[in-house]
């Protein structure tokens, strides 16, 4: 098992790329099985969540290939319909292959997916829609048997709450399903609207992604096309959390500054200097950061929960009480207990935390057990007196392309053992 070695007191300067976005491109490569032809993928991150839905592409019956950052997906759609448990169990997307599967093969037979451990997760309004849309499915032990004998037909499908999965899944089933789908109360992240444009790049008809109704009129088959991950807002706003937290002066490139809508002004409410310049975010953080006050986390265009841990690290050592309350799972404060062991001051109380400020954060052995937790962790590294061990490298792997290089070309020393 790897573990980073993570050297305090490090000032971090310079300018880095962001890497494509992994939750725009999971739901791409699972939508990828409908588009005949050769897909191309470019600016895909390189990462054990991505490579684990290449793994599904090729046991489902697609060639796979990668040269650097750009993904090749040829297929003529699913030759099997099966996902082993095993597959399954790598990440929470592999339930998105769901839609596609039923899109394609009209059936599908699958167990409950895996991923981070940060909530109860279930499925539910995932059946839901793709139930609304004609599909039988029968759920037994964990084991999901799917079909749609007579094809997918459109349907209007309210959301009781904007799932992120949900809303790719019905899409993606919906995209060459008989007839019009409207789904209400869809969630509003940029990974859905990159979705519909390489769906729409592939001949769908999509309408309204971005906003609360998503409006799918089927068509008859997709078609392959080449399409351009979007930046990942998660990576960016963990390195401005980098940036924050050891009081340095870094430039992004390769952001989409509306993306980060929510995240940007609780920088500058911390003391932050940023200026966007097309692609490019700079950060200019104060020697010391103010509190946060509150941070809620909300679906899109709200705080992004997957932000709440790397900033949480940032405010460790702000000057001030800094509040988060996490509204989007409930288990989502395991790296708590690890940031108090290098000297944190917080509490939490069910979906509150509260950070109390401390001067420093002394180096620490610390575990990791959820991707953004890891990263909070590494960020936490970077300001504390002496060395942090983070173990748990692979849940870091799952979502960020090579941390550690990252940090290095901006004068951090992390190394991975
Ligand atoms: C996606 C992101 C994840 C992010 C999350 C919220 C990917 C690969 N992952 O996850 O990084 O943290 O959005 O922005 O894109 N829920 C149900 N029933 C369902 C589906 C969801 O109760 O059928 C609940 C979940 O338990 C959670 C909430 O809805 O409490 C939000 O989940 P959802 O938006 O579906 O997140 P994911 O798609 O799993």
Redesign the pocket.
């Known amino acids: 098992m790897s573990k980073l070695i993570v050297a305090g007191r490090q000032k971090l300067s310079g300018a880095v790329e962001v890497q494509g976005a ?2 725009s491109a ?2 791409i490569l699972a939508a990828a099985l409908l588009a005949k032809g050769e897909n191309v993928l470019y600016h895909c991150p390189v990462l054990s ?1 991505v490579e684990a839905s290449c793994r599904v592409l090729r046991y489902l019956g697609c060639k796979v290939s990668r040269s650097s950052h750009t993904l090749i997906v040829s297929g003529s759609g699913a030759q099997r319909s099966d996902i082993p448990d095993e597959l399954m169990r790598k ?3 592999s ?2 292959f769901l839609g596609a599967l039923l899109a394609s093969s009209g059936s599908a037979r699958l167990t409950l997916p895996g ?1 981070c451990e ?11 829609g793709l139930r609304a849309l004609g599909a039988l499915i029968r759920e037994k032990h964990g084991c999901l048997e799917c079909s749609a004998p007579y094809g997918l037909t459109g349907s209007k499908i309210t959301l ?9 899944n019905i899409m993606i089933a919906a995209s060459t399903a008989n007839g019009t789908t409207t789904i209400i109360n869809a ?1 509003r ?1 940029p ?1 859905i609207t990159d979705l519909a444009e390489y769906l729409n790049r592939c001949g769908a008809k999509i309408d309204g992604a971005g906003e609360g109704v998503i409006v799918i009129e089927g068509v008859r088959s997709l078609h392959a096309c080449s399409h351009t991950i979007i930046p990942d807002r ?1 990576a960016a706003a963990t390195l401005m959390s980098c940036a924050a937290v050891t009081g340095s002066d870094i430039t992004l490139k390769n952001v989409i500054q509306a993306h980060l809508g929510a995240v940007i002004p609780v920088f500058e409410e911390a003391g932050c200097r940023i200026s966007c310049h097309e692609c490019e975010l700079r950060i200019i953080a104060p020697r010391r950061l103010k509190s946060f006050k509150t941070i809620r986390t909300m ?2 265009p709200g705080f ?3 932000a709440q841990a790397p900033l949480l690290a940032a405010a460790c050592t702000a000057d001030g009480t800094s509040v988060f309350v996490e509204n ?3 288990n989502r404060y395991r790296h708590v207990s690890e940031l108090a062991r290098m000297g944190a001051n917080i509490k939490t109380e069910g979906r509150v935390c509260v950070v109390e400020g401390v001067p420093t954060l002394y180096g620490a052995r610390v575990d990791a057990t959820d ?2 937790g890891a990263a909070a962790m590494v960020a936490a590294g970077l300001c504390a007196e002496s060395v942090t061990t983070v173990r748990g490298v692979q849940y870091l792997e799952r ?1 960020y392309e090579n941390l550690e290089q990252t940090l290095c070309a901006l004068g951090a020393d992390v190394r991975k053992i």
């Open positions: 992994k939750n999971l739901p969540d990440t929470r997307s339930i998105v991923g940060i909530g109860r997760r279930p499925v539910d309004m995932h059946i839901k009781s709450f904007p799932s992120v999965g949900a809303t790719e969630a992240e990974e998660i679906p899109y992004p929960t997957d989007i799972f409930e991707l953004r979502g």
